[in-house]
């Protein structure tokens, strides 16, 4: 129970300095920065507590704008993904696959986990970009930063995931 | 009375996020309007902190490119002064006194701890803060040109609104007329900004040189900012005037500061002759 604690308030910490530390200076291509911090929203646990997932998350974003000077767009976005993730998990999990207690990503069978992984990414970049850009004259920018972003982000998510977690 | 508990336990993390949900939303759209922005930036302790902490690793590497820089500004400082002397014989000239009298502007140094220039709004952080006498809406420059103006300030931190914003709106002119314009930025490229509001009458060739206006009260006169790479000229007017900058927003290490001495003076004088 403590370990869960310790290792995901750790995550938290970690993997927001990786963000706005290195990941925010890639610059891939000139403008390619993939937002792999959201991976603590597809790891942290499902039995814990819903508002205080919904309150973790909505902080985590918030320290992610507090570095970038991005207002609150990431917080918005992060939110987001963290209150659809159950509904997510349970339309690609048929209701059989999903222990509940149990969870664990590393359990699922990989193309699970990059439909998983997939689908949050490009919700949660659609909202970033269209907050940043927030007009309609852009929307071709938009999606076109949506859709190469978050197959950078995706790509690093899943290496992440797969080399740094357990499988049970 | 008891629905409504019941509505509300039922919907208590719907309602949660909706809350939440607005409350970002809230930091957003207050973060877009220029002056109110006052909680969410990495003007404060933590965030000002850990980047100066990793930025004086990474300036260990960058000693070369601004080692080059400062060379290349004292050697066009050096011309000046040595066409000055030649000068100087034949033309009075204005003792400029250690006396804020005659000072207008006054130039601090500060290092950008953090630079970003590829999102549609950047900002960039800045080690110096209210306590070394940063104020907001101070202009920022380089040896190369423009940089941003000062928006949030902190103790020890500020951050600056890059010209690569879509907030940011800077005086200009053409260096051989005297028509005005104003540097915006579309948010494709970040070595390609735009002119907008130029009169027509204006003669603008390609190659043209783009510098500061003075009207803004922000920015001295002649700082460089620019050429003109290519422009349109549609139904007698410009359209999309691009303009390459001098500087390389991508790589800014040392900046100075600029604090217009006169600039209450010369708002109140607006302001009065306005409301008459």
Redesign the interface.
Known sequence: MNNLILSNSLRFIGLVLLQVLILNHINLFGYLNPMVYIVWIFLFPLKKNRSLFLILSFLFGLSVDMFSDSGGINAAATLFIAFIRISVLKTILRKSDFDYLLFNIRSLSIDKIFLYIATLTIIHHFIVFSLEYFSFNAFITILKNTIFTSIFTIILSILGIVLFTKKK | MQQLFYFIKKF??SL??IL??I??????????SYHT?RF???A?F??GG??SK?NSINEFFLLKDENKLLIEENIRLKNQLSKQNSNSSNNYFIVSDTSKYFQQYEYTSAKVI?N?F????N?L?INKGSNQGIDRDLGIINSAGIIGVVKNISSNFS?VLSILNENSRINIRLKNSNHYGTLVWN??D?KTLQITDIPRQAIINIGDSIITGGKSAIFPEGINVGVIKDFKFENNQYNEINVSLFNDM?SIGYVQVIKNLKKKEQKELEEKSSNE
Do not use: D, W
């Open positions: 208590r993390y949660l996020f939440l949900e409350l970002a939303l809230y930091f957003t759209i207050q973060h877009h922005s969410i930036n990495s404060n933590v965030t850990i980047y990793v953090n970003n590829t999102k549609r709004n900002f952080t951050t948010g494709k970040y991508s």
